[in-house]
């Protein structure tokens, strides 16, 4: 049990990251429709920027889903790559796919997740030094990681890649629909762990998998915190610029 719990931190962290992640996603879509909506006062203006703003990440995210329900043999119909607004929700794309059992459903609901962590740890790891970064701030060491993190961005078409992760990494976040088929599984899961646990079975098994996966969680955790800081700038201009707009 104390092994388990040793090579615990790498997953909490992946995922405490990710749900940051998924915050930092919704408050700059949220500040993104502010200018174009206050400059037009058209709602569609707004949605359109958005759209544009996150197209490549939108792209990935629904072609996730079409290849994941290919590969388990789910019909697939509309494919559909531009915003449509819903009351308060707006929808920048959508695939029609047929639905079958809980499992294939998450799946086909999960891929833009799946696809798009395992982009974002390719991308921070052979692109950018987001280990460096890291290192960088863990030890107190600000000034060198501001460096570190400029230095990233001036790599050769640097600011590219970046502008590629970061619509990835906000883009890949399952929608309420995408999450639906999800929550049945995720609950079961949990509460089959908790049995597991309980009853004093062997974790040797989990433990060699946690071990064997911790270098890629924390490739994964570089990565997405190298993604909250490009969004905290993002986050930092759009609102000055909500400031300036307001005054």
Avoid: C
């Amino acid at each position: 049990m104390v092994d388990l719990a040793a090579t615990l931190p790498p997953l909490l962290g992946s995922l405490f990251l990710l749900l940051l992640l998924a915050w930092f996603s919704r408050q700059i879509s949220l500040h993104i429709q502010f200018p174009f909506y206050h400059l037009t006062r058209s709602q569609n203006s707004a949605t359109l920027a958005i759209f544009l703003f996150f197209l490549p990440g939108v792209l990935l995210h629904e072609s996730a889903h079409w290849i994941m329900a290919r590969l388990l043999g789910l019909k697939t119909g509309k494919f559909r790559v531009w915003p449509k607004r819903h009351g308060k929700h707006i929808g920048l794309g959508s695939v029609s796919v047929e639905s079958r059992d809980v499992i294939r459903d998450s799946l086909v609901g999960v891929a833009p997740l799946l696809v798009g962590t395992v982009l974002v740890t390719l991308i921070g790891h052979m692109i950018f030094d987001t280990p460096l970064v890291i290192s960088h701030l863990s030890q107190g060491q600000w000034w060198e990681a501001a460096l570190a993190f400029r230095q990233e961005l001036n790599r050769p078409s640097g600011l590219l890649w970046a502008y590629l992760l970061f619509t990835i990494a906000n883009a890949m976040m399952p929608s309420a629909s995408d999450r639906e088929p999800i929550k049945p599984v995720l609950f079961y899961s949990v509460l089959a762990i908790v049995f597991y646990i309980l009853l004093g079975m062997p974790l040797q098994g989990a433990t060699a998998l946690m071990q064997w996966l911790a270098p890629t969680l924390q490739n994964l955790s570089s990565a997405l915190f190298f993604v909250i800081l490009l969004d905290t700038i993002t986050l930092g201009v759009l609102y000055l610029i909500r400031l300036l707009i307001t005054r």
